[in-house]
């Protein structure tokens, strides 16, 4: 059965902390993305990767970074945490261009 | 402004009702999906229907694609209290590579 797995469910930092959200699939698939989901915005693509050490741009980059050293492990990584990173991160991964599978979520809250 | 948006933004019903979401999207798409969330969780994928299809079944769910008019429903029939979730289409733009957009969801409410 396909998984996904989220380093945390809950998460609390402080400002300017270095945060990071680790999300690995056992699926053996190749692209793998990060989401924030925030209410009433759906979800927003941050970054995604289509092969190890590779890295694509979302639509949300700005205060984040990724890292893929691994085919099933895809790392985000928020350098200077800031209160309106406070969010629910979704990892996802998929094998072509269609079905997601989802991680279960990371909610980060950043006081 | 996002590629896929749902409507309505909520709805309430009772068990047993039939349930219709729709999806509005802006460019041409290789195919479009329907995810599920359950509250404070990850999204599950429903199913997906491509770009030269016009309607798909999964069991309870019923899909329709009309790409004249850029739009998707979602009907779950006779919805139980568990189907309460947020409901999210997706698409995939035939230019947009490797990026899936989401629409904002359509949050339904199924009273037991």
């Not at chain 2, 039939?18 to 999906?33: E, G, H, V």
């Amino acid at each position: 059965d396909v998984k996904v797995t989220q380093s945390s469910r809950y998460l609390v930092k402080r400002t300017g902390e270095k945060v990071f959200l680790e999300c690995v699939q056992d699926m053996d698939h190749e692209n793998m993305f990060w989401y924030r989901q925030d209410p009433g915005l759906g979800l927003r693509l941050i970054y995604f990767s289509y092969d190890v050490k590779m890295k694509e741009k979302g639509d949300i980059p700005e205060g984040y970074s990724v890292s893929r050293e691994k085919k099933e492990r895809f790392s985000l990584i928020l350098e200077s945490a800031s209160t309106n990173q406070t969010s629910m991160y979704l990892c996802a991964s998929s094998l072509v261009t269609d079905t997601q599978y989802f991680g279960p979520g990371t909610r980060l809250t950043v006081l | 402004s996002q590629q896929g948006e749902e409507d309505p933004q909520a709805l309430s019903i009772q068990e047993g009702e039939n349930a219709t979401m729709n999806c509005s999207y802006k460019t041409s798409i290789n195919n479009l999906q329907w995810y599920r969330q359950n509250s404070g969780r990850g999204l599950v994928h429903l199913i997906l229907i491509r770009s030269n299809e016009r309607e798909k079944h999964s069991g309870r769910l019923r899909v329709t694609l009309d790409t004249s008019k850029k739009s998707s429903s979602l009907l779950i029939t006779a919805s139980r209290a568990a189907d309460t979730a947020s409901y999210f289409c997706a698409t995939d733009a035939v230019t947009g590579g490797f990026k899936t957009i989401f629409g904002a969801g359509t949050r339904l409410f199924v009273k037991a």
